[in-house]
């Protein structure tokens, strides 16, 4: 069994301050000591197992049932499941190294057959369910899987249209029942291992090491093809277990407050992979909610009432304006909210200034004003995540300092960080003792974060991937560069003290005909950070200035006309509506702040994102924008799975609207429906 399972609950080790690199006078590299040793034999299929030994009758998950209450799973009980499930995969004749794939939605099924397939020494090949057809078969045909499980029939059709194209997979099964006295998939599977002794999976988990591969994990394929990053048990070792370790604040209990977590990201994306693992590597109760949807997630979160969450930033956002939204229509008005987010933002930023021995901390005035909006607005803002969230994994786009300070102030912890499949999730995070607000952190420890001469982001470590996976050649193929470091394709800058702040990818880059270079992804991640925007794109190459494309979500748009008492608006309708278009022309002058990129040879100085060959600067406006009566989706090939927006796509299919915002009419600042 693996050895040095890191428990929530145990002493943590102090957190190191970064080891900084300089070059020319600019912060060049940061590294952070590894705060957990780095685990020599097993794999990640022994932490059911050590769990199951060291506290059986601790939960490990709960299980939601169907009238809404939740029922606990123990550590004992889990690892029986994954028993079970692995001796009917073995008795299926997966062999060691075969790959199964797993397309479904967050639930208890989809890490109980992750854990199972690797006690059976299989490899693991998420695939995101509404990943179009011809992107799912090309992934499975590509990591050469043997089995499939899909969660229900929807998805069961769609690889059963595509069968003939995967020569090498043998077996397809659907996670749920087709009918209520049918055995789902699960029961299916076990049942057929029946006869087997549990001694055949513990002889497959003996022969794993960390240095095996666990997973092919595919990247979302935002400008290209999704790749195949082959993970290993010694890559996600590292990530989970220095996480944990930095992390203790969010996954330690108290005597009163035992710690959940409940997870909704899609468990094919790393991030959520990763919240999932180090959830059953701490020991930490894990619920899964298959469903963003506002209904559904509020009743879950009601339900679990978790301590801690792994969440993407729009999630904030709602919370944030339907709190506004129902003071606004509440007896006190929106100008009481008002006074107490801006309470709550001077205290957030008081308070981070505190940790970091920066200030003194809140002062005795600003306290005081903070009890007094606590009971009134903060606590129901509290109450709409179940009512004990203390803390929150934030990824996937930037959250905004604005957003982040406030939910500080109001009492939630946000650690935002920044990450890649490649690097098994998380490359940086804000560390709990010493958060920045407007920055994504220090590099998670263990991991070393560099800026090349261009800007570009590097990172090297443990936690950094084999290689990318060669489906002809079934191998291998490895990447890292010169000194070991892996470039990311993003750009971005570490300040003096190591923090990182990532500006966007560097081919998203635009040159606008005045010699400037943009960097769109800022702007893009504060205006899609407001509710009623669902996705925007920033344009401007070979243009006299930036631009944007926006869309409306059709939530946030609903919520936006009761607020102000309309009738809900076909968002065909709200692209031309005056209302909206003034409401969003506030909201672009608030944060159209895009970056400017100098040519190599400019200063790194504070305030500027770049190595010590290129800065990005802040201060550039969008010169106009453009509401789209449609919103990007996967199926228009605008969107990746994971909800990511494919720019070359947009630019191509909508060249026409791009040119619209460049013609006489709108003019900078203006808006065009």
Known sequence: MSSGNVRADSPAPPLG?????????????????????????????????????????????????????????????????????????????????????????????????????????????PVHPDAPPEQAAAILRDAGVSACAVEGGAEARTLAAIRHELPDLAHLWQLTALA??????????????????????????????????????????????????????ANLFAQVDNAVALLRPAFSSGPDEP??????????????????????????????????????????????????????????????????????????????????????????????????????GPGLGLRAARSLYDPLVYRRLREAFGGRLGHVVCGGAPLGRGLRVFFEGAGVSVHESYGLTEATAVATITP???????????????????????????????????????????????????????????????????????????????????????????????????????????VGEGRPFPAALVTLDPDGLARWAATVGRRPLPAGEAARDPEVLRYLQRLVDEVSEVSEVSEPGGAGEAGHVGGAGGRVSSGVPLGAFRVLARDFTVASGHLTPCGTVRRAAVLRDLADEVGRLYRPGPGPGGAAG
């Open 432 to 538: 709990p003792g010493a958060p920045r607000a407007g920055t994504a952190g220090w590099p998670l420890p263990g991991l070393a974060v560099g800026i090349a001469p261009d800007g570009e982001v590097l990172v090297r470590g443990p936690q950094v991937f084999s290689g990318y996976w060669d489906g002809e050649r079934r191998d291998v193929v490895r990447v890292a560069g010169a000194g070991g470091w892996f470039a990311t394709g993003d750009v971005g800058a570490l300040d003096a003290d190591g923090y990182l702040t990532v500006a966007g990818r560097k081919a998203d880059l635009l040159a606008t005909t005045d010699g400037r270079r943009v960097a769109p992804g800022p702007v893009e991640a504060a205006l899609r950070a407001d509710p009623l925007v669902s996705q925007c794109v920033v």
């Open 17 to 125: 301050r970064p080891r900084l690199g300089h070059e020319k006078g600019a912060v060049t590299s940061a590294f952070v000591p590894a705060m957990a040793p780095a685990v020599q034999q097993g794999s990640f299929a022994d932490v059911p197992f050590v769990n199951a030994y060291e506290a059986p009758d601790a939960p490990a998950f709960s299980r939601r049932n169907r009238d809404g209450t939740w029922r606990d799973v123990t550590c004992a009980e889990f690892a029986a499941d994954v028993v079970a499930v692995a001796k009917g995969l073995i008795a299926h004749g997966m062999r060691p190294g075969a790959r199964l794939a797993i397309v479904s939605r967050t639930r208890y099924e989809w890490t109980l057959l992750d854990f199972a397939a690797w006690a059976a020494g299989l490899i693991t090949v």
């Open 259 to 360: 710690s959940g977590a409940l997870l909704f990201l899609p468990l094919a994306h790393a991030l959520g992979r990763v919240a999932a693992l180090a959830c059953v590597r701490a020991r930490v109760r894990l619920g899964h909610a298959p469903d963003e949807g506002t209904d559904d997630l509020r009743a879950d979160l009601a339900g679990f009432r978790p301590t801690f969450l792994f969440a993407a930033p729009h999630v904030l956002g709602r919370v944030f304006v339907a709190g506004r939204a129902a003071a606004e229509t509440s007896v006190r008005g929106g100008a009481f909210f008002e006074r107490a987010a801006r309470v709550a933002r001077r205290y957030g930023a008081a308070a981070e200034a505190g940790k970091r021995g920066a200030a003194a």
């Open 180 to 233: 209520a006295n049918e055995t789902s998939a699960i029961g299916q599977i076990a049942a057929a291992g029946r006869g087997l002794p549990d001694s055949v999976v513990a002889e497959r988990r003996a022969l794993l090491s960390p240095w095996l591969a666990a997973t092919l994990a595919y990247t979302a394929g935002t400008t290209g093809e999704p790749k195949g990053c082959v993970l290993t048990h």
